[in-house]
């Protein structure tokens, strides 16, 4: 999955609400600009990875 660990042990991710990434610190400490936001929210309507979890699913 692009971001993740170079691990590769990660098949399928868990997911969480591009807010609680936000709040996490997944971004670091950037400040989204609106039109940003609106991408982000665009291109991951569903939630970004949270390899916190681990695998969701293995074929």
Request: proline residues 5%; hydrophobic residues 45%; contains cysteine.
């Given at each position: 999955?692009?971001?993740?660990?170079?691990?590769?042990?990660?098949?399928?991710?868990?997911?969480?609400?591009?807010?609680?990434?936000?709040?996490?610190g997944i971004y670091?400490?950037?400040?989204?600009?609106?039109?940003?936001?609106?991408?982000?929210?665009?291109?991951?309507?569903?939630?970004?990875?949270?390899?916190?979890?681990?695998?969701?699913?293995?074929p």
């Open positions: 999955m692009a971001g993740g660990p170079i691990t590769v042990d990660v098949f399928k991710c868990h997911l969480m609400s591009i807010d609680d990434a936000i709040a996490n670091g400490d950037v400040e989204f600009t609106p039109a940003q936001r609106a991408a982000l929210d665009a291109i991951f309507p569903t939630g970004v990875c949270d390899y916190a979890q681990g695998d969701a699913r293995r």
